[in-house]
C-alpha cells in the first residue's frame, strides 16, 4: 500500500540525512522525497512516498515523531488530501510523431517547455495516476529523458464528517 | 564576562550536577583538559585507558546512580573507538552525554589530521547528536544534550566540540530551561487507557507483570512492587528489569527469555493478562512471536511510542513514564479493588506457578569440578546481606550471574542486553564503584570477554576502586561454543581461547591481588577472602569447561520449546 507522508523538520544540517537514515537503516521504503523551505524560518517542509503495509507505517510514523528534530507528521491516509508532483519529460517527436505527442500533451494538459527537431520536452503535473499515465502514453515515441519532483500534498479545506 | 567555549563546558557541566568525567585526552581537546585540570575538585576526571571503556564506565556510572554520566574523548580515533559504548548505552537506554573533540571548523570536511565525521557515524546510535559550530550556541545546545539524554525514554547525547570553538571567546548564558517544540515525551498515562487495563485486571483469572528495563530507568520498582503485593499479582521480568522487583519474594517467578526461568517462561504462555512495564519485547525476551503469550491480552507500558506494536499486538497501549503508569493504574484498581477478592481469585494461578518454580528449578550437576553456577551461587550467599552491585560482560557467565543471583534492589545489575557488548562488565564495574563508593561491586566475567578491555585494570588500580572481579575461566567463548555444540555438530571453530594470560599474574602485573581457584573445596574461603579485601582483587576460577547454559530456548522457537539441562 502507498502512503504519503507529510513531515515538518527543523531546518538544520543534518535533519534529511537522519530522516533517509531512518528509512534506510529499519529497511522502510522511499519511493519518493522531497523537501523545501516553508513560510516560517527554520522549518523545513517534506513530503514522504513510502509504502508498506499499516503496522510498518504506523512504526514509520512514531519513529518519524521520535527524531528531536521532527517537529510533525501527518499521515495523509486518514485525510481528504490534494496530491500533485511534476515530470519533466523528454520524448522523441520527429517530424512524423510530432502532431501525436502534441495531441497526447494537450489531452492531459501538459506544456511544451523545449521543442527541437527531433523532441519535445513537456511540463507535466497531475497525481500519481495521471503521471503514469502520461509516462505509459508516451513510451511508445519514446523517452529520453525524465525528472520528477516526488508527490507534494495538502490537506483539504473541507474534510469528509470525521 | 566573556569566557572561552572550554571554560563555557566547564560551567555548563557544573550547573548540570556533574562530578565525574570519564576521558582520554588527545589533540582536538588538549585545551579541554588543560582548563579541566583548574576543575578537579568538582569535575574529577578518571582517565581511562580506551574510550570505550570510558564510554562503558559512563554508563556504568550512569546506571548504578541514576545519573547522567559524561564522557569526553578526542577527535577521530578517541570518537570512533567511543561508538561501541555509545550503541550499547543507546540499546539499553541509559543517559549518556559524550563529548568529542574535533577538527577546527574551517578544516571540517578536509580530511584534516584525525578528522571523522562522528555526528555522521553516530546518527543512528545516539538519542540526538549536535555538532556545535558556532560559540553562541555552545551552552544552549549542552543543555539540551542534559535534557534529552536523561527525560523521555532515556538515552546517549554526543555533542561534537571543534578545536576553535573550545579555544574561541563568547558571552556565557546559561539557558533558563529547555523548550524543544518537536520534543515532548508523555509521562502522564491516558485515564481512558488505565481503566481498559483496570477492566482487563479485575476479570483476569491469570494476570502477570513482565517488567523490563524501563521499570529501573523510571525508579518505577517501589510502586510496581507495592501494586503485585496488594493484588498478589506474580512478576517475571526481562534481563534489563532485574532489580526491579526482589528476587526473593514469593510473587517473583524469575527472568523470561531465552535463557529464562521455566516458571517464568511458563508463566508468559498461560497468563491471560500480560502487563508489560517498560519492556520494548525484544527478540531474546519473546522468542518465536507467533508463539508468545499466546493466551493473553496484552498491556503495554511505555513511555517511547516505537516500542508499542512494534514486535507484538497490544490490547492496551499506554505511552507514559512507567513510574506515573503504575501509579495510575494502581488508583484506578483502588477504587475497583472490591470487586475481586483478588488473593483468592489468583490462588490457583499462583500456586500452578510455584509448582513449576519448585518442578523445575534452575539446576545444574555437581560433579566435583567447579560449576559456574556454583560460583555465582557462592558469591551470592556471601554477599547478599550488603546490597552489593553486580556488573557482567557478556556470555554464558552473564546468563549465570543473571538466573543465579538475586537481586533484591534496582540499579544493583550492570549488564548490556541490547547490544550485548563483551568488554562492557570491567569498565561498567569501574564506573559504579565511582557513583557508588560505599556499595561492593563485582564484576562476574568470562575470560573471553575480560579480555576485551582488561587494560582498565590499571585505571581500577590506579584510582584505588576496590572492584572485585571474578572471572569464570572455561578457557572458551562458552556462549558460542554452546551453540556450536547444539546446532553445529560440536565443531568448535575459534572458541577455544588458547593462549590466555595467566590472569593471576595478570592482576599482579597491575598492581591489584589476584586468586585462583581450581579445587572445590577452596571456593568459598578463596571468595571470601577476595570479597574481604580492601583492594581490587581478579579471581581466577577454573571452572567446569564444557556447562551449559540452561534452560534454553533456541533462536526462532516460542518460549515453552525450553531446552533443559
Not at chain 2, 574561541?168 to 548564558?173: I, L, N
Not at chain 2, 523445575?360 to 557462592?378: D, H, T
Not at chain 2, 534452560?551 to 520449546?561: I, R, S, Y
Amino acid at each position: 500500500m502507498r502512503y504519503v507522508l507529510s513531515v515538518l523538520v527543523e531546518n538544520e544540517p543534518g535533519v534529511l540525512s537522519r530522516v533517509a537514515g531512518l528509512f534506510s537503516g529499519r529497511g522502510f521504503n522511499i519511493e519518493s522525497l522531497n523537501v523545501a523551505q516553508t513560510l516560517e524560518p527554520g522549518v523545513s517542509h517534506m513530503t514522504i512516498t513510502t509504502s508498506g503495509d499499516a503496522q510498518i507505517i504506523e512504526q514509520i510514523i512514531k519513529q518519524l515523531r521520535k527524531l528531536v528534530t521532527v517537529i510533525k507528521v501527518v499521515d495523509f491516509q486518514e485525510l481528504a488530501a490534494v496530491e500533485r508532483e511534476m515530470m519533466l519529460i523528454k520524448v522523441q517527436a520527429d517530424d512524423s510523431r510530432r502532431g501525436e505527442v502534441l495531441r497526447i500533451a494537450d489531452i492531459f494538459r501538459c506544456k511544451v517547455v523545449d521543442v527541437s527537431l527531433l523532441d519535445l520536452t513537456l511540463e507535466v503535473t497531475g497525481n500519481y495516476e495521471k503521471i503514469g499515465a502520461v509516462i505509459n502514453l508516451l513510451n511508445r515515441f519514446g523517452i529520453k529523458e525524465m525528472a520528477r519532483t516526488g508527490t507534494m500534498a495538502m490537506k483539504r479545506s473541507m474534510q469528509r464528517d470525521s | 564576562m566573556e569566557l572561552t567555549g572550554a571554560q563555557i563546558l566547564m560551567e555548563c557541566l557544573k550547573r548540570e550536577g556533574v562530578d565525574t568525567i570519564f576521558g582520554y585526552p588527545g589533540g582536538a581537546v588538549i585545551e579541554v583538559f588543560d582548563e579541566l585540570s583548574r576543575h578537579q575538585d568538582a569535575l574529577k576526571t578518571i582517565l581511562v585507558r580506551h574510550e570505550q571503556a570510558g564510554v562503558h564506565a559512563a554508563d556504568g556510572y550512569a546506571r548504578a546512580s541514576g545519573k547522567v554520566g559524561v564522557c569526553l574523548v578526542t577527535s577521530g580515533p578517541g570518537a570512533t573507538n567511543a561508538v561501541t559504548g555509545i550503541a550499547t548505552a543507546y540499546c539499553d537506554s541509559i543517559p549518556l552525554v559524550v563529548f568529542t573533540g574535533q577538527v577546527p571548523t574551517r578544516l571540517i570536511g578536509n580530511d584534516a589530521f584525525q578528522e571523522v565525521d562522528i555526528v555522521g557515524i553516530t546518527r543512528p546510535c545516539t538519542k540526538h547528536n549536535y555538532l556545535v559550530k558556532d560559540i553562541r550556541d555552545l551552552s544552549g545546545i549542552i543543555r539540551q544534550a542534559f535534557y534529552l539524554a536523561r527525560t523521555g525514554r532515556p538515552g546517549p547525547v554526543l555533542v561534537d566540540l571543534p578545536k576553535d570553538v573550545m579555544t574561541g571567546k563568547g558571552e556565557f548564558v546559561w539557558p533558563a530551561d529547555v523548550r524543544m517544540r518537536s520534543y515532548n515525551p508523555t509521562y502522564k498515562p491516558n485515564l481512558v487507557q488505565l481503566r481498559r487495563a483496570a477492566e482487563l485486571l479485575v476479570k483476569a483469572k491469570k494476570p502477570l507483570i513482565l517488567m523490563g528495563g524501563g521499570v529501573i530507568s523510571s525508579n518505577a520498582s517501589g510502586v510496581l512492587t507495592d501494586m503485585a503485593m496488594r493484588y498478589q499479582i506474580p512478576v517475571v521480568s526481562t534481563l534489563m528489569g532485574l532489580g526491579g522487583f526482589p528476587g526473593t519474594h514469593s510473587l517473583w517467578f524469575g527472568m523470561v527469555g531465552m535463557h529464562g526461568f521455566v516458571s517464568a517462561n511458563k508463566a508468559v504462555g498461560e497468563a491471560d493478562v500480560l502487563i508489560a512495564v517498560g519492556s520494548r519485547f525484544a527478540d531474546r525476551v519473546t522468542g518465536k512471536i507467533s508463539a508468545f503469550a499466546s493466551n493473553s491480552r496484552i498491556i503495554h507500558i511505555d513511555i517511547d511510542p516505537t516500542s508499542i506494536r512494534k514486535n507484538v499486538s497490544v490490547d492496551v497501549p499506554v505511552v507514559a513514564d512507567c513510574r506515573e503508569a503504575v501509579i495510575g493504574l494502581a488508583e484506578v484498581l483502588a477504587a475497583r479493588a472490591e470487586e475481586k477478592d483478588w488473593p483468592n481469585e489468583h490462588k490457583d494461578w499462583l500456586a500452578g506457578l510455584d509448582r513449576y518454580r519448585k518442578g523445575n528449578p534452575l539446576s545444574y550437576v555437581r560433579n566435583g569440578e567447579i560449576k559456574p553456577q556454583q560460583v555465582i551461587e557462592a558469591v551470592y550467599e556471601l554477599v547478599k546481606d550488603d546490597d552489593a552491585v553486580i556488573a557482567t560482560e557478556v556470555g554464558q557467565h552473564q546468563m549465570w550471574a543473571a538466573q543465579f543471583f538475586k537481586y533484591t534492589t534496582p540499579r544493583s545489575f550492570l549488564s548490556s542486553g541490547g547490544l550485548g557488548t563483551m568488554g562492557y562488565g570491567l569498565p561498567a564495574a569501574m564506573g559504579g564503584q565511582i557513583a557508588m563508593p560505599d556499595r561492593r561491586v563485582i564484576c562476574i566475567a568470562g575470560d573471553g570477554s575480560i579480555q576485551m578491555n582488561s587494560q582498565e585494570f590499571a585505571t581500577i588500580v590506579h584510582n584505588k576502586l576496590p572492584v572485585k572481579v571474578i572471572i569464570l575461566n572455561n578457557c572458551y567463548l562458552g556462549m558460542v561454543r554452546q551453540w556450536q555444540e547444539l546446532f553445529f555438530k560440536q565443531n568448535y571453530m575459534c572458541t577455544p581461547m588458547d593462549g590466555q594470560p595467566d590472569f593471576v599474574k595478570l592482576a599482579d602485573a597491575y598492581g591489584a591481588e589476584g586468586y585462583r581457584i581450581t579445587e572445590e573445596a577452596d571456593l568459598v574461603p578463596t571468595l571470601q577472602k577476595a570479597l574481604a579485601s580492601p583492594n581490587p582483587v581478579i579471581v581466577d576460577v577454573r571452572v567446569a569447561r564444557e556447562e551449559n547454559v540452561y534452560p534454553m530456548v533456541p533462536a526462532g522457537k516460542g518460549l515453552d520449546e525450553m531446552l533443559l539441562v
